[in-house]
């Protein structure tokens, strides 16, 4: 990738710049996320995932995951093989990612996720996990964003800020640069961060649908064209006389089908929640005090549920099904 910088770093890590280096979700899930301010271990630690192939959102959540296992007194140095896993230990963050790649020691554990881990460690480990349907949290706070909050609990693929939206791009000053593109969609007023209002609701239906239609078209996120030079770009590429609604109804398709694909596996409304931990207000910090609502987060998953034509427990309902053109999808 073209937009990768290259670090190279010398003893005692050695970081190979051919790795590129790290990016803001490494940077704060090997670095703040562990309290680890040192750079060159957290250069290591992505090349490391880069060369044996691990996300490095969900392996920094694993590690801090066991700090704080650790700290708390649920993990001892016996579990983790004389590691002293304190949030801020550089060293033992980059060997427990060769622990993990290789499933060795505790790192076999972990390798199976927070979710998985929480169950095996037991002794109130749950309340440390932070993930959705599995998935370990991305570094974006929804405590601030919280319509990316919302965004984690509805997505078929657990937490994921990927086809989500980011409310700061929505408030006042940052809309006025991206109005354009929002107006396209129908939306025309800027919203606060914390709104979860119905209105927020709809602002995410729209950016969600939209985000996954990207996803399909494998185009990059920080290329910041608008949706119609975007449906302009598709007319000339592949010369099908396509509209932004035709776009978009792709990315609904996709969302509805990884739906119902996991109704029927036995995941719904229960599934669809925020870790109890944002529903607790920050201490200090310029977020002192700001958590969500968890009435309020309830009530916007029922908007949601509603807007979008899902059922009560969120399966898609068969008109919804047919009004997309997938209504095979009732039947798997």
């Given at each position: 990738?073209?937009?990768?910088?290259?670090?190279?770093?010398?003893?005692?890590?050695?970081?190979?710049?051919?790795?590129?280096g790290?990016?803001?979700?490494t940077?704060?899930?090997?670095?703040?996320?562990?309290?680890?301010?040192?750079?060159?271990?957290i250069?290591?630690?992505?090349?490391?995932?880069?060369?044996?192939?691990?996300?490095?959102?969900?392996?920094?959540?694993?590690i801090?995951?066991?700090?704080?296992?650790?700290?708390?007194?649920?993990?001892?140095?016996k579990?983790?093989?004389?590691?002293?896993?304190?949030?801020?230990?550089?060293?033992?963050?980059?060997?427990?990612?060769?622990?993990?790649?290789?499933?060795?020691?505790?790192?076999?554990?972990?390798?199976?996720?927070?979710?998985?881990?929480?169950r095996?460690?037991?002794?109130?480990?749950?309340?440390?996990?932070?993930?959705?349907?599995?998935?370990?949290?991305?570094?974006h706070e929804?405590?601030?964003?919280?319509?990316?909050?919302?965004?984690?609990?509805?997505?078929?693929?657990g937490?994921?800020?990927?086809?989500?939206?980011?409310?700061?791009?929505?408030?006042?000053?940052?809309?006025l640069?991206?109005?354009?593109?929002?107006?396209?969609?129908?939306?025309?007023?800027?919203?606060?961060?914390?709104?979860?209002?119905?209105?927020?609701?709809?602002?995410?239906?729209?950016?969600s649908q939209?985000?996954?239609?990207?996803?399909?078209?494998?185009?990059?996120?920080?290329?910041?064209?608008?949706?119609?030079?975007i449906?302009?770009?598709?007319?000339?590429?592949?010369?099908?006389?396509?509209?932004?609604?035709e776009?978009?109804?792709?990315?609904?398709?996709?969302?509805?089908?990884?739906?119902?694909?996991?109704?029927?596996?036995?995941?719904?409304?229960?599934?669809?929640?925020?870790?109890?931990?944002?529903?607790t207000?920050?201490?200090?910090?310029?977020?002192?005090?700001?958590?969500?609502?968890?009435n309020?987060?309830?009530?916007?998953?029922?908007?949601?549920?509603?807007?979008?034509?899902?059922?009560?427990?969120?399966?898609?309902?068969?008109?919804?099904?047919?009004?997309?053109?997938?209504?095979?999808?009732?039947?798997v």
């Open positions: 990738m073209r937009c990768k910088p290259k670090v190279a770093v010398g003893k005692p890590y050695n970081v190979n710049p051919s790795y590129g790290p990016e803001y979700q940077l704060a899930s090997l670095g703040s996320n562990c309290g680890i301010d040192n750079l060159e271990a250069a290591k630690g992505n090349e490391l995932c880069s060369a044996y192939g691990l996300d490095t959102i969900s392996t920094g959540a694993n801090a995951f066991a700090m704080e296992c650790f700290e708390q007194g649920i993990l001892t140095e579990d983790t093989g004389g590691l002293k896993l304190n949030f801020g230990n550089a060293q033992a963050m980059v060997q427990l990612i060769e622990m993990v790649a290789k499933r060795e020691g505790i790192g076999e554990v972990l390798a199976e996720g927070v979710a998985r881990a929480a095996v460690f037991g002794k109130g480990a749950e309340d440390f996990a932070l993930h959705i349907k599995g998935q370990e949290l991305p570094m929804p405590r601030y964003k919280s319509g990316m909050g919302l965004g984690y609990t509805i997505s078929p693929t937490a994921d800020h990927c086809h989500n939206m980011h409310d700061h791009f929505y408030t006042s000053r940052p809309f640069s991206r109005a354009a593109q929002l107006k396209t969609l129908g939306i025309f007023e800027p919203l606060p961060c914390q709104d979860l209002s119905p209105a927020k609701v709809r602002m995410l239906v729209y950016m939209w985000q996954h239609t990207v996803n399909c078209l494998v185009f990059c996120y920080f290329v910041q064209l608008h949706p119609p030079q449906a302009d770009l598709m007319r000339g590429i592949t010369g099908w006389d396509t509209t932004v609604w776009l978009m109804k792709v990315g609904e398709r996709c969302i509805n089908m990884a739906r119902a694909f996991n109704i029927r596996e036995g995941l719904g409304k229960d599934d669809d929640y925020l870790p109890r931990r944002f529903f207000p920050f201490t200090s910090g310029p977020l002192k005090g700001v958590s969500i609502d968890k309020e987060l309830d009530q916007a998953i029922d908007t949601y549920y509603a807007m979008v034509g899902w059922d009560k427990n969120g399966a898609p309902t068969l008109a919804k099904l047919q009004e997309l053109g997938i209504e095979w999808v009732a039947g």
